[in-house]
């Protein structure tokens, strides 16, 4: 029922949006999206879809020709994080990116530790974030629903804390980094299944266009 729920959300909005514009490339409906519904249209899918990454960067969209210049820059970013970082997930999201690790790949069981192969999966994704020094980053904890729920929001703050603690130790600038733990109140998967609730357990990220970057688009949109 969910799952039918933000469908018919998601399509009803991009009908609504994209029914006069059908020639538009990819980026440039990403613009498109900023410019026609803007945060309105990112809080409600975000609500319906329980994915705080989804809402957030449709939210915080810019829009027009500048909104599609940002976009593009962000499809390149989205493509050299898939070549380099094969353990993540990566989705391009209207002008911004979501990265999502399991955090099996991250963690061990039950803690806020990072692993030796999550340092390594760090590493790759510290090399790409620095080669766009022009953008912000949210880092998201969840966790499945097993425990109490104040037990889970305090595991996935510590654990969005690691990863935040990790990158600006590896030269990301720290007021790029913000961190949220939202526990067991956000699930994208099944929390009924062994392999549902292993999903949950994640750790994502968040990738949005900074102030800089927005001037330099806007700049490059007006030539």
């Known amino acids: ?6 469908s018919f959300v998601i399509i009803l909005s991009t009908a609504l949006l994209f029914s006069s514009c059908s020639s538009l490339n990819k980026t440039q409906k990403g613009g498109a999206v900023g410019a ?3 945060g309105a249209m990112g809080a409600i ?10 809402g957030a960067i449709i939210g915080a969209t810019v829009g027009g020709a500048t909104g599609a210049v940002i976009g593009n820059k962000m499809d390149k970013q989205a493509k050299e994080i898939e070549k380099t970082v094969p353990d993540a997930k990566v989705e391009r999201v209207g002008e911004g990116i979501v990265v999502e690790f399991s955090s099996n790949v991250l963690f061990g ?11 390594t999966n760090l590493d790759k994704l510290v090399k790409v974030l ?3 020094p022009d953008t912000d980053i949210e880092i998201q904890g969840h966790t499945d629903s097993k425990g109490s729920e104040t ?38 998967y099944d929390n009924t299944t062994d392999d549902g609730r292993s999903q949950n357990r994640r750790v994502e990220f968040l990738i949005t266009a900074n102030e800089k970057m927005k001037a330099e688009a806007e700049k490059e949109a007006g030539n």
């Open 151 to 188: 037990y889970n929001r305090t595991l996935s703050e510590k654990r969005a804390g690691a990863v935040s603690g990790y990158l600006t130790s590896k030269g990301i600038t720290y007021n790029r980094v913000r961190i949220n733990g939202f526990g067991e109140s956000l699930p994208k």
């Open 36 to 38: 026609v519904a803007g």
């Open 45 to 54: 899918i975000g609500k319906v879809a329980g994915n705080t990454g989804l």
């Open 1 to 6: 029922m969910k799952k039918s729920r933000i």
């Open 130 to 132: 620095n080669v766009y």
């Open 109 to 119: 069981f039950d803690s806020s530790t990072l692993s030796a192969d999550a340092k």
